[in-house]
């Protein structure tokens, strides 16, 4: 018998995230980490030499790359739907070019959803995406937890794992794309209180989406212990408290012919060690 498929767990609910994305955007959402990576975007798409024709975003919150129209007027949103599905409504190779960005970090089949990307570019086509992922809000969720450790003691998941640069790496290698390439951008915020963060993930759209999460309202006291450790741990000498924010940056190729590939090992024409030699007598 053939075996059965894995299937990734279900760490989030998609179509909660749904739902307060929506709101976020209805009562006014938070954009300052968006607007940073569309920026940023825009000057990384600048530098490939290369005139994209059918181009998607996908998943990009409310209308986060709304500026990449003016250089891509073609650009399709592709929106998270009401159920949060990860099945992507695209035919294969019939795209040049998919950006995301601050979207990826909330997917349950990340592997899945690179090859499903990988599968609708055409040969020689472009991801490039951004996610929030490394240590990013690791204040926040030590803080909750030594909180909820003293208070009632035991631990319920707050924060959501995120993904490290070289899982990232490694999955992009796995959905078959080429030249794969990984970095991270670290942000550091800054706020009154513990409060004041929690209000800007709320209007992010990026409050607590975890299936796990605790379903009762959190007790007072361990909400102003949480605030408590986190004034006593992460404060800086004014009395403000720091958020760290991780951007993953990824980008890979749909492999073509065209594209530059590793030597294969032993086919080197110059030697290294002769190389080093010759260096040291000059």
């Not at 998609?14 to 607007?35: E, K, M, N, P, S």
């Not at 929030?132 to 909750?144: A, C, N, V, Y």
């Not at 741990?233 to 590939?261: K, V």
Request: aromatic share 6%.
């Amino acid at each position: 018998m053939a075996p059965t498929p894995q299937i990734p767990p279900a760490l989030f609910d998609r179509a909660l995230l749904h739902a307060r994305q929506h709101r976020a955007q209805a009562q006014g959402a938070v954009t300052f980490l968006l607007d940073r990576v569309a920026e940023d975007m825009s000057d990384r798409l600048a530098a490939v030499m290369r005139e994209f024709r059918a181009p998607a975003d996908l998943w990009t919150p409310g209308k986060g790359l709304a500026d990449l129209h003016t250089r891509l007027p073609s650009l399709q949103h592709i929106a998270l739907d009401a159920a949060g599905a990860e099945k992507l409504p695209i035919s294969p190779e019939s795209l040049d070019l998919v950006v995301s960005a601050l979207a990826l970090q909330f997917v349950n089949d990340l592997p899945g959803v690179l090859a499903q990307i990988r599968r609708a570019l055409k040969p020689d086509g472009l991801l490039l995406a951004a996610m929030i992922g490394g240590d990013s809000l690791t204040e926040l969720r030590q803080t909750f937890a030594a909180a909820e450790a003293e208070c009632e003691g035991g631990v319920s998941p707050r924060v959501a794992p995120f993904a490290d640069l070289r899982d990232v790496g490694a999955l992009l290698q796995r959905a078959g794309f080429a030249l794969p390439v990984t970095d991270v951008d670290r942000v550091v915020v800054r706020y009154a209180n513990a409060f004041a963060l929690m209000q800007d993930l709320r209007r992010m759209g990026a409050a607590n989406v975890m299936i796990e999460r605790r379903r009762s309202p959190s007790r007072r006291a361990t909400l102003l212990r949480m605030a408590e450790i986190y004034a006593e741990r992460f404060a800086d000498a004014d009395g403000r408290i720091r958020a760290t924010f991780d951007i993953i940056w990824l980008s890979g190729w749909a492999p073509h012919a065209s594209q530059q590939q590793p030597l294969k090992p032993g086919s080197a024409k110059a030697s290294l060690a002769e190389a080093v030699k010759k260096a040291g007598k000059e």
